[in-house]
């Protein structure tokens, strides 16, 4: 099972376009435009995203097609092994490792005209990378992460402390009235935080290129102690909106979420407000990070003048920094890109972007792709059926091992 970060968390509070593509872009006339991008963007990130290719084409003299496209990778899949694809699609790092095995991909590292060494974040230049290789199949847009999210109008600070946190849960927590004390999505990356918390990995890819898996590790026990702890304090419905609701209603004081939530609480007139990573007796709150990156589909390849193009597009977009400084203000994307200065971020973007910098990056291997649902799996008996940790993530530890093994 893949873990698509962005349709988990994004599609079930409504805010993914899911404008499906009908046909091919190009129709019987061939592909449109000098370049072509297909996307899954949120209402205002789409807008957004119109405006900056407005501003390219008038500066350029060409033409971007681009499309909002639902059920993003089972199109890509279906349309660049047809030879029908985009050049371009923009989704999470986690798909490089996975799509660059299956030949979706380009590597354009001899044709760019930056240094993305001495442009972009370390984290960054990491996820557009390939694991165990020099390939650059994407450039960076932004970093995301998890952090706490607590409401003004029932606590005065938000928590300095786990325990902290477990106190302010226990003071709210009302389920009889529908109120609770703490509120989150519930899967492997939004609950990365805790199960890293103590040293232990999901997963790591060592110079060898052997995958090590850290699920039967005391740490990653730990981890998910604490994972349960909170659980006692949250809505028992799993379901994304069930968690999601009590929060952005007032009757939760505490959350986890990331900065694609924040428009949407916005324009749901939640109140809120972003806050540090609290500390955690032993360990460290440590988060996955995702960057936000824009492929070179391998149909770059095809025709020599659209892949200029799409480099050109890909480069300007990436490293101009007032479009950078665009999406920390108005979606609150943390900047990858060195040039920006940190302290002129907004509050929140800067909160963020001290949880970014706390987390660890999400495996782009493509074995990662077996881990996520064994893990979840796990994390759900254990959470709903009050299930030994041990025992349930050695158990998904073999499965995934097994997996690899096939």
């Not at 798909?95 to 984290?123: C, K």
């Not at 349960?228 to 959350?255: C, E, T």
Request: charged share 25%.
């Amino acid at each position: 099972m893949d873990m698509d970060r962005r349709t988990v968390l994004k599609g079930a509070s409504g805010i993914v376009a899911t404008s499906a593509l009908a046909g091919c872009l190009g129709g019987d006339d061939g592909p449109a435009g000098d370049m072509t991008i297909w996307y899954d963007l949120g209402e205002g990130e789409e807008e957004s995203l119109d405006q900056w290719i407005g501003t390219f084409e008038d500066d350029t003299d060409q033409e971007i097609a681009s499309e909002a496209v639902g059920e993003l990778q089972d199109r890509i899949e279906t349309a660049v092994a047809s030879g029908d694809g985009p050049e371009m699609w923009n989704w999470a790092h986690d798909w490089a490792g996975d799509h660059y095995d299956r030949g979706f991909l380009t590597d354009v590292s001899d044709d760019l005209n930056i240094d993305v060494n001495e442009m972009y974040s370390d984290p960054a230049v990491e996820g557009i990378q390939p694991p165990g290789t020099d390939a650059v199949v994407a450039l960076p847009g932004a970093g995301e992460t998890m952090t706490l999210f607590y409401n003004p109008d029932l606590i005065d600070e938000p928590p300095e402390t786990y325990s902290e946190m477990l106190s302010i849960a226990e003071e709210y927590h009302n389920p009889a009235n529908g109120e609770y004390g703490f509120t989150q999505d519930v899967n492997v990356y939004t609950f990365s935080y805790a199960l890293q918390a103590f040293g232990s990995r999901v997963l790591e890819v060592d110079e060898n290129d052997e995958a090590i898996l850290g699920l039967e590790e005391d740490g990653m026990i730990q981890g998910m102690e604490l994972v349960r702890d909170l659980y006692q304090y949250m809505p028992n419905d799993l379901d994304y909106d069930a968690q999601i609701s009590p929060f952005v209603n007032g009757n939760a004081p505490l959350h986890f979420n990331g900065p694609w939530a924040v428009g949407d609480f916005n324009n749901q007139d939640a109140t809120f407000e972003v806050a540090e990573l609290p500390a955690v007796e032993g360990g460290e709150f440590t988060p996955f990070n995702g960057i936000d990156m824009w492929y070179f589909s391998d149909m770059v390849s095809e025709n020599e003048d659209r892949k200029a193009t799409t480099i050109e597009f890909a480069e300007w977009f990436t490293t101009t920094e007032e479009i950078v400084q665009h999406y920390a203000e108005e979606h609150s994307y943390i900047p990858v890109l060195e040039s920006i200065d940190q302290d002129a971020l907004p509050d929140q973007v800067a909160t963020f972007k001290t949880a970014f910098d706390q987390g660890v990056p999400m495996p782009n291997d493509s074995r990662m792709n077996q881990v996520w649902g064994p893990l979840e799996d796990a994390m759900t008996e254990v959470l709903t059926a009050d299930a030994d940790i041990a025992t349930e993530f050695s158990d998904a530890a073999e499965s995934i091992r097994d997996s690899w093994d096939e």
